[in-house]
């Protein structure tokens, strides 16, 4: 369909025999933010490997805007506009707020790129407008390694805003986090999701409920069932597997 961004077709990946993700489809709308839960084990975290090219499935397709990313090297994806957050905060620790977002701006294909990048007025604007958008902007100097587990959640995530992506993957992003930061998530990540595609893994239901439109549950690699939180909520095998009773 025209209006996907992102469509899996029947995506396995095996490791020794074992099948992480199993003849998967799904397919993901612009401007959509999907929730992806499941037990430990169901091949959530793979599925984002493997569309970032981290993992080389064993059969199937990923298609980003007509293109199959499955031929693609990492970085390749990357600027086809897919930035991917990982489970735990990977930031510059020894840089400030500032100069991890400075960092993270494109500069360009090559070496060229780089060696003619300068932090001029639009830097410093796109940098500041990212800062308040994520949360951190009376925090724009203070060095990374000083800012909460939480604050660094958020500086990864505008690091992967300030690349402007069409499609976020995040795993886990409250993970971490007190109420009140996983509140301010909610509302950052649909705020986000008004000009953006994004895939939320997460295990906190609260959380799940307060930002999904739509939820897919997987299970041993397969897809188990996908809808609203409440057709989810309902279904009696994601009961079964995944919410208990």
Not at 18 to 32: G, M, Q, R, T, Y
Request: negative net charge; contains cysteine; glycine residues 8%.
């Amino acid at each position: 369909m025209e209006n996907n961004i992102l469509s899996v077709e029947n995506l396995t990946v095996s490791f020794d025999g074992f099948k992480a993700v199993n003849d998967l489809s799904l397919s993901i709308e612009h401007n959509e933010l999907r929730v992806i839960i499941g037990p430990n084990g169901a091949g959530k975290t793979t599925l984002l490997d493997i569309i970032c090219g981290k993992t080389k499935p064993s059969s199937g397709k990923v298609l980003f805007g007509g293109t199959d990313l499955t031929s693609k090297a990492e970085h390749q994806i990357v600027r086809l506009g897919v930035a991917r957050k990982f489970q735990t905060p990977s930031t510059y620790e020894d840089l400030s707020v500032f100069e991890n977002f400075e960092i993270s701006i494109p500069r360009g294909k090559g070496v060229l790129g780089s060696l003619f990048f300068r932090r001029d007025k639009a830097v410093t604007e796109r940098v500041t407008d990212i800062a308040n958008e994520v949360f951190l902007y009376d925090a724009l100097h203070t060095k990374a390694g000083r800012l909460s587990h939480g604050q660094k959640q958020w500086l990864e995530i505008g690091m992967m805003l300030i690349q402007e992506p069409e499609l976020l993957l995040l795993d886990e992003p409250v993970a971490g986090m007190s109420p009140r930061e996983r509140e301010k998530t909610a509302v950052l990540l649909r705020k986000i999701s008004l000009g953006n595609s994004l895939i939320v893994i997460e295990h906190d239901m609260e959380f799940v409920k307060s930002i999904a439109k739509k939820v897919t549950v997987m299970h041993q690699g397969s897809l188990l069932c996908d809808g609203s939180i409440d057709e989810v909520q309902r279904n009696e095998r994601v009961i079964e597997v995944y919410l208990g009773a």
